[in-house]
């Protein structure tokens, strides 16, 4: 990737989860995406029709996820990024997803993935 926007500690709620009382909550997931867009046509230009819209691209994460039931967050991961390769026409996207409170005494636990279309 060279340019890159950002998206950082993006809170997220759907339904995640393997165990029979994950399945019937809403559970948040905090996201970090970095996403491969060229910035130069934005920065030259001063035009915001040539730079990313990273609003209404969070806000059609946060509707996407909101309507979505896994058990698993790879399986989210996986569909997100087809998501916003359709959304934003992104071709590279580096994401990490935190499921904070998933073990007790940690941080976080999560997944990071990196795909390309």
């Not at 990273?54 to 996407?64: E, G, N």
């Not at 992104?90 to 990071?112: E, Q």
Request: aromatic share 10%.
């Amino acid at each position: 990737m060279a340019d890159q926007v950002f998206l950082q500690g993006l809170k997220v709620e759907t339904v995640i989860g393997v165990y029979d009382w994950e399945r019937t909550i809403r559970q948040n997931l905090w996201l970090d995406l970095t996403l491969a867009y060229d910035c130069a046509p934005a920065g030259k230009s001063d035009d915001l029709t040539l730079a990313l819209d990273y609003d209404a691209l969070s806000r059609h994460v946060r509707d996407w996820a909101a309507q979505q039931s896994f058990q698993l967050i790879e399986t989210f991961a996986e569909q997100l990024c087809v998501q916003i390769h359709r959304f934003a026409g992104i071709d590279s996207i580096d994401l990490r997803i935190n499921k904070k409170g998933a073990v007790a005494d940690c941080d976080g636990v999560g997944i990071h993935i990196q795909r390309t279309f």
